[in-house]
């Protein structure tokens, strides 16, 4: 194992690489589920090449909370210089990815400038999205997959607004009625009870002015896909930490138990007091869409918190303290292998989007993390730092199954014979050659034979 290096001492090692030009210098980010050692690697590869990290963490920006969040410790942040870590008061619900992309964007760019090595790391992927990919649309929800709910800390009041309206006023029929008013080439994408993309186009064009499908066609004109933009750094390459998930499964069910010995729950009790002093001031009520209180651990344990003082040490406190640590497990579990799909729904299996380099490396064992992780990141950084192509090919190159569709284009088919529509043409030619849809046609045939 490598000796621990103090921040100092990291910033004189990469005079030690031969042959490296820092004017070839990448934006490198850091992708993995939680708990397979993003952020060890991420601090390992900043003391080795004089890099700064950036934090890509949707509640690691708020301060404190250190334990709820899985924050590097503070003698982990001192070993390689940090940015966007608790910048963020935790009872200020409005913090925005538009806001951490303006804020991250310029700290990049400035590391850049001084031939520094940018290192993005961080469980919140569309966050990442937000800084490599440029986007036409300036939305709170850059980046994101419409299905993605699990951090919807975006300033949302006009959005509310304007779906509360909707709902309330108008049923699924006169809200696509609408949108074929406003953009038919979009509303032949959607199915007219699709009422959530419907209300989003509506906004898209109310909030901007332009045509959803206009922005669209922009972005693809410009490089981009569906999904955004074309890259906003050509140079970029990502690294993606796999594990075995049965494997991290046990790892992260281990973590959990750390977290609780180190104190996980007394800091929810902490906040939760502090909170509702504000809350009973503003007589308002408990509300886990937004800020801190999305993160993984609030809502699971807030049975437990919300008891009253004498009941905790009982029986159903004990109860409601295991349920919570035991429902915090599993959804940890699924954010995990969430985060695992989305990498390859979103890069790997995305062919009308550009991507960088990705090179997949290996932490199921952690006794093999030098050889499996570390050393080959280090070889790739420095093959790239040369100028030259690294040794280990990317995963992207050779990718299987790619996923040709893109949502954002797809086209709605009608079929007369069942009386039923259809987005895309995978669900289209699934349908046709479904036993239904055949019996169907043949029963319409034969009445029409009897007539």
């Known amino acids: 194992m490598r000796s621990k290096a103090t921040h100092a001492q990291c910033q004189v090692t990469i005079s030690d690489c031969e042959k490296v030009d820092m004017s070839c ?25 004089f890099g700064e990290i950036i934090s890509a963490d949707s509640m690691q920006v708020y301060k404190g909370l250190d334990i709820v969040t899985a924050k590097v410790t503070k003698e982990e942040q001192a070993k390689a210089a940090h940015h966007m870590l608790d910048i963020v008061d935790p009872l200020n619900p409005s913090y925005t990815v538009v806001q951490f992309r303006d804020a991250a964007i310029p700290i990049i760019n400035d590391l850049l400038a001084r ?79 699709n009422r959530r993309k419907i209300i989003r186009s509506l906004e898209v064009f109310e909030q901007h002015g ?22 906003r750094y050509r140079n970029a390459i990502l690294l993606w930490i796999n594990c075995d998930m049965k494997v991290l499964e ?37 509300d886990y869409t937004k800020g801190i209180f999305q993160s993984i651990g609030f809502k699971e344990f807030h049975d437990y918190l919300v008891l ?8 159903k406190g004990q109860e409601l ?44 064992d952690v006794n093999q993390w030098d050889s499996c992780v570390y050393e080959p990141a280090v070889a790739i950084i420095e093959a790239v730092l040369r100028g030259e192509k690294p040794e280990q090919k990317p995963l992207n190159e050779s990718i299987e199954n790619k996923k040709f569709s893109d949502s954002s284009n797809e086209e709605r088919h009608f079929c007369d014979i069942c ?27 034969k009445l029409e034979a009897q007539n």
């Not at 929800?141 to 304007?162: A, C, F, H, Y």
């Not at 995305?350 to 990705?358: F, G, K």
């Not at 009386?419 to 045939?445: A, M, P, V, Y």
């Open 25 to 49: 210098v990448p934006v490198l980010a850091i992708l993995g589920s939680t708990g397979c050692g993003k952020s060890r690697l991420a601090i390992e590869l900043a003391c080795k090449f």
């Open 115 to 193: 031939r520094k090595l940018p290192i993005i790391v961080g469980g919140t992927n569309y966050y990442i999205e937000s800084i490599l990919w440029e986007v036409l649309m300036n939305d709170s929800r850059i980046g994101k997959d419409d299905d993605d709910r699990l951090d919807e800390n975006v300033s949302r009041t006009k959005r509310m607004k304007i779906e509360l309206d909707r709902s309330m006023t108008k049923d699924n029929q006169e809200l696509y009625e609408e949108l074929v008013k406003v953009d038919p080439e979009m509303a032949k994408r959607f199915h007219p009870n």
């Open 210 to 231: 332009v045509k959803h499908s206009e922005l669209l066609k922009a972005q693809r004109i410009a490089g981009g896909s569906g999904l955004g933009g074309p890259l």
């Open 250 to 286: 046990d790892r992260l069910e281990r973590r959990v138990d750390d977290m609780v010995e180190t104190g996980l729950v007394q800091e929810l009790l902490d906040f939760h007091r502090r909170y509702n002093k504000q809350r009973i001031k503003s007589n308002t009520s408990v």
């Open 308 to 315: 009253p003082e004498e009941e905790k040490g009982g029986k």
């Open 321 to 364: 303290l295991q349920r919570g640590i035991d429902d915090l497990k599993m959804v940890t579990k699924r954010y995990a292998k969430k985060q695992k799909k989305w990498v390859m729904n979103r890069l790997l299996r995305r062919s009308d989007r550009q991507v960088p380099p990705i090179y997949v490396l290996d932490s199921t």
């Open 419 to 445: 009386d039923r529509i259809f987005i895309g043409e995978f669900q289209w030619n699934i349908h046709l050659k479904s036993t239904k849809h055949k019996r169907i046609e043949k029963r319409k045939k």
